[in-house]
């Protein structure tokens, strides 16, 4: 079957850095996707991996493993605007995503 | 228009009732989709269109119809609505069906069935 799995909920401090691991299970793979959905709106894309490797964009930076089924994202810097919850996606052969339950990133001051 | 709407915003709606929920985009993109999101679970696919005139059918569209007659309007349709039916509906879009091309998101729809 297809899986995400990210965990569910963490806390980190304004000012630090914080990494969201997600591990995939799908059907053939064409892609990773992180997207950002603030509490009550809509997702919003933040970065697509292919490649083994880091893609860093400015303060947000994703890293993917193929040979791992495995991604992260890692914020930078936090701010209190990055509450939120972080949605990681993988794309299977038919380029459809399977959703992950999403990671809801507490900051705190 | 900018980029994708959705209406309406929010809907409380008695079982057994049809009900549309609308999406228009203006940024002339082949792909749409529809997804629901419930809490603690991801976003499900209920049903996709790669270009107009061509549907398809996603993770859960049992229950959910959807149209595209033209580039811009993807409707969803519930035949007759059940309380399982309740959830924040979502329609996207993307340039094309292909690989790297993301997602953009209306604002959603929360619908409520009683």
């Known amino acids: 079957g297809q899986n995400i799995d990210q965990p569910t909920e963490m806390t980190a401090t304004e000012g630090a850095i914080v990494q969201i691991n997600c ?21 919003t894309f ?30 930078k810097e936090l701010q209190m605007k990055d509450s939120a919850s972080y949605l990681c996606a993988s794309m299977d052969s038919n380029y459809q995503l399977i959703w992950g339950a999403g990671t809801k990133l507490i900051i705190k001051p | ?21 609308r999406c228009t985009q203006d940024m002339r993109h082949n792909a749409m ?5 419930d809490l603690g679970l991801g976003l499900r696919l209920i049903h996709y269109s790669n270009t107009a005139g061509t549907t398809g059918k996603g993770e859960v569209p049992d229950g959910y119809s959807v149209s595209r007659a033209n580039t811009d309007d993807f409707p969803l349709t519930l035949a007759s609505a059940v309380p399982s039916q309740t959830s924040v ?9 292909g690989s790297r091309d993301e997602q953009f998101f209306g604002p959603g729809t929360r619908l409520t069935v009683l």
């Open chain 1, 23 to 43: 591990t995939y299970q799908t059907s053939g793979f064409n892609g990773l996707f992180w997207y950002q959905q603030h509490a009550g709106e809509a997702p």
């Open chain 2, 33 to 37: 989709y529809w997804y629901r999101q």
């Open chain 2, 89 to 97: 509906y979502f329609c996207a879009s993307s340039r094309t069906s």
């Open chain 1, 46 to 75: 933040l970065s697509y991996n292919v490649l083994d490797g880091l893609e860093e964009k400015g303060r947000f930076s994703s890293f993917l493993s193929r040979s791992k089924g495995y991604s992260y994202l890692l914020l």
């Open chain 2, 1 to 21: 228009i900018a980029g994708i709407t959705q209406a309406p915003t929010s809907q409380i709606l008695a079982a057994g009732r049809r009900m549309t929920l």
